[in-house]
T-cell receptor
Framework: ETGVTQTPRHLVMGMTNKKSLKCEQH?????MYWYKQSAKKPLELMFV???????ENNSVPSRFSPECPNSSHLFLHLHTLQPEDSALYLC???????????????FGPGTRLTVL | QKEVEQNSGPLSVPEGAIASLNCTYS??????FFWYRQYSGKSPELIMF????GDKEDGRFTAQLNKASQYVSLLIRDSQPSDSATYLC????????????FGKGNQVVVIP
């Protein structure tokens, strides 16, 4: 248990559905991240938030919409997804986004998303 | 050129042997390096990080860093079946934002 929780753990949705993924961290961190992990590909960074402010959008399609109401919670709103969006979506947190050598990212359990 | 490269082929080792995993990276300015373990169907779990040249030991795990040659490795001594997993190498990028560039991972299978 890393102190980062994600819900739901599994999600199946149609291409016309709207759903949201939730992430919560209990580590007192100030930075939160969304990653996508597809089979046979490295983890892809999607979004970065630091102190509730979005500091990075890694060219993610607009059908993915993040929201960070406070430093402990992060959401990923999904709408009109495509089958190729099926993947494991991972949330992570770290102390902040400074350049400190030892600042480490801790991952939640992930949401396994299947788009039909 | 891939930012972080790991040999993705499965590495099979007998129980009790040493598993050796290598990782090379392209960002010469990178200062911090991380090894994560990921069991099938689970999320990445931090094993250790290293930021100084040389060796860093933690239990049965040893990370080795050579910034001049731009490689970082992980040794698993006395391999156990529970070590069977995919090991991800991650490199903190110099672009800031605490970005990590990940390799594709190295699958390790420990044979009892």
């Amino acid at each position: 248990e890393t102190g980062v929780t994600q819900t739901p753990r599994h999600l199946v949705m149609g291409m016309t559905n709207k759903k949201s993924l939730k992430c919560e961290q209990h580590l007192g961190h100030n930075a939160m991240y969304w990653y996508k992990q597809s089979a046979k590909k490295p983890l892809e960074l999607m979004f970065v938030y630091n102190f509730k402010e979005q500091t990075e959008n890694n060219s993610v399609p607009s059908r993915f919409s993040p929201e960070c109401p406070n430093s402990s919670h992060l959401f990923l709103h999904l709408h009109t997804l495509q089958p190729e969006d099926s993947a494991l979506y991972l949330c992570a947190s770290s102390q902040d986004t400074s350049s400190s050598s030892t600042d480490t990212q801790y991952f939640g359990p992930g949401t396994r998303l299947t788009v039909l | 050129q891939k930012e972080v490269e790991q040999n993705s082929g499965p590495l099979s080792v007998p129980e009790g042997a040493i598993a050796s995993l290598n990782c090379t990276y392209s960002d010469r300015g990178s200062q911090s390096f991380f090894w994560y373990r990921q069991y099938s169907g689970k999320s990445p779990e931090l094993i250790m990080f290293i930021y100084s040249n040389g060796d860093k030991e933690d239990g049965r795990f040893t990370a080795q860093l050579n910034k001049a040659s731009q490689y970082v490795s992980l040794l698993i001594r006395d391999s156990q079946p529970s070590d069977s997993a995919t090991y991800l190498c991650a490199v903190k990028e110099t672009r800031g934002n605490n970005r990590l560039a990940f390799g594709k991972g190295n699958q390790v299978v420990v044979i009892p």
